[in-house]
């Protein structure tokens, strides 16, 4: 579409190519790659990765190569590659590459492992490199970019850091770039979501109930009524499964009686209820599962009731805990797990 990808007839039948009038503007351009256009100009002054024909003095337009170029171009320094080093193979690897180049201006590497500070579309803050990557491949709806970055950044850093470093800030940047543009970057925000979701789910590796009658129940994760966001509970889900504790995922907006009665029959270590917002936590509800019990007389338990998320700040009781972090939860419920041994 737009003349960005494949053949255009004229191309096909070997006429001469498309005016460059019908080409991308700098800031079509910049809004489909998610960086800014000041980075786009930088990069043709700084490296040579500009329009080959201008039309006047004053207005650029992008050709399909140009393009191919600079998405070749955001996908290696997304993924770390220095900007001078990604410019080089952008022009020599990019599909449709002429055999001559113009030669980039001449300038400065960076320093080794400093991290790029641009001003993208995005309001990210001082956050490591691959947020910034993430986040411009989650703007270009690059979805492969997605999944790859997502896959390194769990393999690098592991669940815990990939989770609260890389994840957490670009799903909050994409969020509040979403509540301040109205209607803009709904796709955005579905299409990173999804890939966090499933880079979790990939991940996941639910451990086997114990056989035994004394173990202590499994750990319930929920979503309280109506609370449709789930990313930070499968986050915990997964980083529960990585140190062998049994868990019950019930997902998002689970009705009041069938969390009871989900409780009722299994009898859990803990209960983790994760309100998003303070209009989905209900400490009634928290009351009434923390009161549940089970067992025989004598020796009956209840559960331990683990308020999660920003909801629940300043509502939950005293003698629920309320850990601040991924890893946080992760080791209250496995303390808590241990105990009940």
Known sequence: MDGITG?????????????AATGLTTGALA???????????????????GPAIRPDGRHRRWAPHDVAVLETMCRLTSAGVPPAEAARAARETAPGAPGES???????????????????????GDVRRECKGLARAAVRLDAPAV?????????????VVAWQEVMLPTL??????????GD????????????????LRRLARPAA?????????????ACMPEEQHTLAL??????????GLPTRMFGSAVPAEALLAAVDRLGPVAVVLWAQSRSTASLPLARRVAGARWGVKGARRSPVVVPCGPGWLGRADPGMPRPASLKDAMDTLEALYIQGR
């Open 209 to 221: 109930d114990s056989g035994r009658t004394s173990a202590p129940g499994p750990v319930v994760l």
């Open 172 to 181: 909050h940047a994409v969020g509040r770039k979403w509540a301040s543009s």
């Open 147 to 159: 999944e790859q970055q997502l896959a390194t950044a769990v393999g690098t850093h592991g669940l």
């Open 102 to 124: 113009r030669a980039p201006a001449a300038v400065p590497e960076p320093a080794p492992g400093a991290a790029s500070r641009a001003a993208g579309p995005l309001p990210l």
């Open 7 to 19: 053949d255009s007839a004229a191309d096909r039948s070997g006429a001469a190519p498309q005016d």
């Open 31 to 49: 809004r489909r790659l998610g960086v800014s256009p000041t980075t786009l100009r930088s990069w043709d002054h700084r490296y040579g990765i």
């Open 184 to 199: 803009r970057y709904v796709e955005v925000e579905h299409l990173l979501s999804w890939h966090v979701s499933t880079t």
């Open 234 to 243: 499968e986050a915990l889900h997964t980083g529960l499964g990585e140190r």
